[in-house]
């Protein structure tokens, strides 16, 4: 199975000049893809399009089989989830156990069966002391473990991440690796956006490499 398939994929900014163009690119479930490619390259903007945020001028991009032309920002991000590099720009609520419940009571979900899984997620991820506590005051490492946890509520099974290293002392990245494990043991797919060695020496990951607009490699 193909989680997320790009064929012939062309994205123009109006402003700037800047174009990105990805003949073929395919990602599955399971595996972890590090993109990879000098600043200005067109690594956020290939991440964007992964995640339906930007959509091509040309060619298709595919999530779990769908053509993503027919699918909607929510659809797209009920099976795929993408952590920005400052992940304070995805959480919205007031308290972490606030954020967890977010989408389930969105979407109208049974709330018991829902409190019972945002419960496990906050423990299995080291957020579990942490239900009350504001989001604002939370470091950078638990924003993004929280931010993930909130995408695996709503059944996100592809994660894009971008730098998601940046920022982190080696305790909270030795956290991020590890919960990276957990995800793909569980057959989740992940696209990394790095340019960190240390990241890129702990997997032996598929690398997409991206220069001057262009996927090359």
């Not at 790009?6 to 395919?26: K, Q």
């Not at 979407?107 to 009350?132: I, M, T, Y």
């Not at 993004?144 to 290293?165: H, K, N, S, V, Y």
């Amino acid at each position: 199975m193909t989680a997320i398939a790009l064929s012939d994929v062309v994205y123009r900014y109006s402003r700037g000049g800047f174009t990105l163009r990805c003949p073929a690119l395919e990602l599955a479930p399971g595996e972890l893809t590090l993109i990879t490619g000098p600043n200005g390259s067109g690594k956020t903007t290939l991440s964007k399009l992964m995640c339906g945020i930007l959509r091509p001028q040309e060619g298709q991009v595919r999530i779990f089989g769908h053509p993503a032309e027919e699918l909607s920002l929510g659809e797209i991000g009920g099976r795929v989830g993408y952590l920005f590099q400052n992940p304070s720009r995805q959480l919205f609520a007031s308290t972490v156990w606030q954020e967890m419940l977010f989408v389930p009571e969105l979407l109208g979900e049974d709330l018991p069966r829902a409190c019972g899984r945002a419960q496990e997620l906050l423990v299995r991820f080291g957020l579990g002391e942490l239900k009350e506590r504001p989001v604002q005051v939370l470091s950078r490492g638990e924003k993004q473990r929280l931010a993930i946890c909130t995408m695996l509520m709503g059944g996100a099974e592809f994660f894009i991440l971008d730098e998601p290293t940046a920022g982190l002392d080696r305790t909270s990245r030795e956290q991020l690796y590890r919960l990276l494990d957990e995800l793909l043991a569980q057959g989740k797919g992940l696209a990394v956006i790095s340019h960190s060695q240390e990241l890129a020496s702990r997997w032996r990951a598929r690398r997409v490499r991206l220069a001057e607009g262009r996927v090359v490699a």
